[in-house]
Structures are given as C-alpha cells and as structure tokens.
C-alpha cells in the first residue's frame, strides 16, 4: 500500500505546530524522511502503546483517530486525550524513565509510523527546531491538563457534556445533508472522557436531545442547535490542538 499521498497531506495539515519555524528545506526534509519510514496497521480497539511497557519511542498518526487512556482506582479509565492524522502519540516516553503510564488504542482503523528514540535523535540531529516545538507542544497540553482538573471540581456533568460535545464535533465532525455537523462516539468513551457513568452520559445525552440541541442516533450525534449547548458548556480558555479533551 502507498501511503506516501496520504501522510504527506495530513502532514501538512496535522504538524502544522511541530513544523512551524522550520525552513522549506527542512520542512521538506522532515516530510520526505517520515514518509520513508514503514507504516503499521491497527484494528479497532487494538492497542498500540500498552500502560507498563519501556517506551522505545513514538508514533506519528498518519490515518484513524486514537485514544489514550489512563487507569484509576479498581476498573475506573479516563481518556485524557484524542490524536488524529498528522499528530504523535507516546512523545511522553522520550523523557523521564521511558516507561508508558498510560494505554493507547484505536478507535477507528489506523496507521502510524514508529520512530524509535535512535531515529529521532537524528530527526532533531538535523532539525534541533522540532523538539523546541515538541516542547512548546508538551507544554500546551499541561496548561490544558490543568483547565481539566479545575473543570473535574467546579463543573457539573452536563456543562462537561456540553463542552466536551462541542469540542469533539468542531474537530472530528463531518457535515451531513442538512449542514449539520455530526461526530461518531460510543456512549462508554462519552464516558470516560468527561469522567463519569455511561448511564449519566446517557441521561445527559437525552436531556440535551430532549431541549432539540443534539439528535442520537446509534453511535452518532448530530449538533443541531450547537448555541443551546454554548449556553452550557464554556470553553477551557486554551487552545484544543493539543488534544486534550
């Protein structure tokens, strides 16, 4: 399979952070030696980091949508945040003791590209720019982190519904026949990402249906009145690329 055409677009679309400040040339360089690096295909659900293992170092999403999840007490899982085409998964197991404490796995059919800690040494050996902007990058998702433990203590379930909705439609959506714009998520993830019982996501889910604003069907919510969930749920006052949700 040529994934060449398709990297190289979600490249320039995905990376557009991790490639800021670099010049053509290097900008060049950096696509054409990533593209060259082989791909490895993930089922649904299959995972691609598993929590405990040494982390020899890390993916860049060239197709799919993955999710990272962290464990809490007994059986209780958060996913912390969503990766996309053109995004990196694992950066954390570069620094400290290399070890993933977290799990990673597909949420649709995915394709990344492994690039272990020797070869990104030579990818910063060249461009010593992307990891200045790796680290601006870790940096942003801590800030984000930080907006998400406050929201976890002062908001209720349904403004974190609300928020978390309108997030996942502006950056995963696609537009239906009515100009709507519709997003396809599992109750259990709904779940996990806002922190709560699926029967509550459930409830949450009904309520904002019930008012018009959202239509369930299956595993898809379509935003029909986007403005009546804004009267809810605020933004977190950080920019989402991210991921952090």
């Known amino acids: 399979m040529n994934t060449k055409p398709r990297f ?8 557009t952070t991790l490639l800021s400040g670099l010049t053509k040339s290097q900008k060049q360089w950096v696509s054409h030696w990533l593209c060259g690096l082989p791909t490895i295909q993930y089922g649904v659900n299959e995972r691609i980091i598993h929590e405990g293992l040494p982390a020899l170092g890390l993916y860049l999403v060239c197709n799919g949508r993955v999710k990272f999840i962290q464990r809490g007490n007994g059986q209780k899982k958060q996913i912390i945040k969503l990766v996309g085409p053109g995004e990196i998964l694992g950066e954390e197991g ?7 404490s977290f799990y990673a796995s597909a949420m649709e059919p995915v394709e990344v590209k492994f690039i272990s800690k020797a070869q990104f040494d030579e990818l910063v050996q060249h461009c010593p720019q992307f990891l200045r902007r790796l680290m601006q990058k870790i940096a942003l998702e801590l800030k984000a982190l930080h907006k998400r433990i406050l929201e976890q203590s002062f908001n209720s379930c349904k403004e974190r519904v609300a928020r978390l909705l309108l997030v996942l439609s502006q950056k995963y959506g696609r537009m239906d026949e009515r100009g709507h714009l519709q997003v396809d998520l599992l109750r259990a993830d709904l779940a996990k990402m806002v922190g709560t019982s699926v029967e509550t996501a459930i409830r949450e889910l009904s309520y904002f249906e019930s008012k018009g604003w959202i239509q369930v069907s299956y595993h898809t919510i ?11 749920g ?3 006052g950080v920019e989402l690329m991210e991921n952090v949700l």
């Open 8 to 15: 190289c677009q979600a490249c320039s679309a995905g990376c």
């Open 94 to 100: 570069l620094f400290g003791d290399g070890v993933y």
């Open 234 to 236: 605020k933004p977190l």
């Open 222 to 232: 379509t935003m029909i009145n986007p403005d009546g969930l804004l009267t809810i």
